[in-house]
Every structure is written in structure tokens, then in C-alpha cells.
């Protein structure tokens, strides 16, 4: 399930970022100069797929049970549908940069790749402590400074996920990145709090004084 709904996305971006004579007009494509922008956001949009397929593949763990085929189809429909809608306008030979140009647009990459690498230690962190088999507390801070978020939030890897997705669409200031961040935050916020709830029951004393993903907010 996850290997289909993380693989979807890649493949297609990649599809509009060669601008195939399918989808654009080839005499404006060869005409209208790449800004910078739509190559490193090509990058990070396909580094951001491809760190989910190498943790799914090697960090996460999952359980044994089945995915409701229907799941499966809304999860691909929302991932590769969004995918489409933002590379299309990424892509576009008529894409304009963002207003604040260079400077926006590195302040905003380096935010986006900082997410990205917390998220990966999180996970890690996560995965560690399922395999060492001690379930007994909730996880701590290491000496990785990315792994400090834990002292704030009991979800930090939704808090990077939606870091590098606001990240994303100040970079490069495009509507339909900045919907689907929107929403992407709504939906994590969701799981967040669920699982808080979880911790809450099982490590009582270590999340009481945690936010679910944002520090007062969430």
C-alpha cells in the first residue's frame, strides 16, 4: 500500500518536470527559460518520495494486518491527484518565481531539507525503540539535535512532515502546494491527536506535559 502510494507521486512528477509534448505546448516549453526554482523543487519533491519508499522499506515497521482495497485507491487518488495538480503549475512553461526571489526561495530549501532530515532521525528514533523491545517509556531526546522535539510534542514526525510541506510551498509559492499543504496539516493534526491519546493511556507520566504536534496548538 505504501510502496504504491509514495511510488505514484515520484514517477509522476518527474513525467511533467521533462514536460512531455502530451501535457504542455512544445514551441512555449522550448521558447520560456527554467527558473532555478522548478529544478530544486524538482529535487526536494522527489527526495521527499523517495526518503518515504527507503524508510518504508527499511526503517518502518508494520503490522500483519490488510489494507481495505478502498484505502489503498483514496490514498493513491489524494497523492497522485495532488501530485499532478502541483507539478502541472511547478512545471508550467508560464511558472513564475516567487516574489521574493533568490532569498526566499534558499531560506525556504533549507527549512525544507532540515524537516526532512528530522523526520528520518524520528523515525529512526521510532523504529529503535520498537526493535530494542523496551516499551516501558516514551521515547527520548538523543543527542541528535533533531531528536530535541521531543521534549515538545509527542508526534514530532508529523510536525517535520508538515514543516517540510509549508516549507515546499514557500519555496515555491504555488497555490496548489499551498492547499495541499493545508490539508496535510489538518490530516496529521488528526493522527496526531489520536495517538496522543494513546500515549497518554500507556506513557502517562512522560507525555502529560506534551503537545500532540504543535507546542500550544496541537
Request: charged share 10%; proline share 6%.
Amino acid at each position: 500500500f505504501f510502496l504504491t502510494e509514495y511510488t505514484g507521486p515520484l514517477v509522476i512528477y518527474l513525467l511533467f518536470y521533462i514536460r512531455l509534448s502530451t501535457i504542455y505546448d512544445q514551441v512555449e516549453s522550448r521558447k520560456n527559460f527554467r527558473h532555478p526554482v522548478v529544478h530544486l523543487a524538482c529535487f526536494c519533491h522527489c527526495l521527499h518520495y523517495i526518503r518515504h519508499l527507503l524508510e518504508t522499506l527499511f526503517v518502518h515497521k508494520f503490522s500483519e494486518g490488510h489494507t481495505p482495497l478502498k484505502n489503498m485507491i483514496k490514498g493513491c487518488a489524494f497523492y497522485w491527484g495532488f501530485t499532478s495538480w502541483i507539478a502541472y503549475y511547478i512545471n508550467h512553461p508560464r511558472y513564475t518565481p516567487p516574489s521574493f526571489g533568490h532569498k526566499q526561495v534558499s531560506y525556504a530549501a533549507l527549512a525544507f531539507l532540515m524537516c526532512e532530515a528530522g523526520n528520518h532521525f524520528i523515525n529512526v528514533a521510532l523504529a529503535h525503540q520498537t526493535n530494542s523491545g523496551n516499551r516501558t517509556c516514551f521515547p527520548s531526546p538523543t543527542y541528535n539535535p533533531f531528536t530535541w522535539l521531543f521534549l515538545l510534542v509527542s508526534c514530532p514526525n508529523y510536525t517535520y512532515e508538515a514543516g517540510s510541506w509549508i516549507s515546499f510551498t514557500v519555496m515555491t509559492q504555488t497555490l496548489p502546494v499551498g492547499i495541499f499543504a493545508f490539508l496535510m496539516v489538518i490530516q496529521m493534526s488528526l493522527w496526531a491527536q489520536k495517538k496522543h491519546k494513546l500515549y497518554l493511556k500507556r506513557f502517562y507520566p512522560e507525555v502529560r506535559r506534551k503537545a500532540a504536534m504543535i507546542p500550544i496548538i496541537f
